[in-house]
């Protein structure tokens, strides 16, 4: 109930399906909604984690949102039921995300490439990749080839 204290229990469902979390919560942990979880609860991976966090923030309804590095440290499934549901998450608002992983921002309306604290290059995934020598086309053939991205 973080992100809104008077959520009903349809409202948190809800929230935890949008953040595909529902499943693990209901087929992983013993008390399903009921269950204590953090340091006096059952430890949830980070995947699970960021779900509930988005279910949270789902459950908010915030006009902007600001994320900072929402995938890192995930493994390629937990990226993906992550992704998806962020993408539910930002759908509609104004969203900033910090990214190091392109598969964060590939849809971004608009694209800033930071490097050594300033903006070196602007513009979309599909703008920034034509650019052979930028650091984004870079970026993103380094991830590409090393298998950290599924494509453009």
Do not use: C
């Amino acid at each position: 109930r973080y992100g809104k204290l008077d959520a009903t229990p349809d409202e948190i469902e809800a929230a935890a399906k949008a953040a595909n979390a529902h499943d693990f919560i209901i087929n992983d942990l013993q008390d399903g909604y009921q269950t204590l979880v953090g340091e006096r609860g059952v430890k949830l991976s980070g995947g699970q984690r960021q779900r509930v966090a988005i279910a949270r923030a789902i459950l908010k309804d915030p006009r902007i949102l600001i994320l900072d590095e929402a995938t890192s440290s995930l493994d390629s499934e937990s990226e993906s039921l992550v992704q998806e549901a962020l993408e539910r998450l930002m759908a509609g608002r104004t969203s900033f995300v910090i990214a190091h992983r392109l598969s964060t921002i590939v849809n971004a309306d608009w694209v800033l490439v930071l490097d050594g604290g300033r903006v070196v290059e602007q513009g979309t995934h599909a703008e920034l990749l034509t650019n052979g020598n930028g650091v984004y086309f870079r970026l993103h053939q380094m991830q590409f080839q090393h298998g950290l991205e599924m494509g453009d």
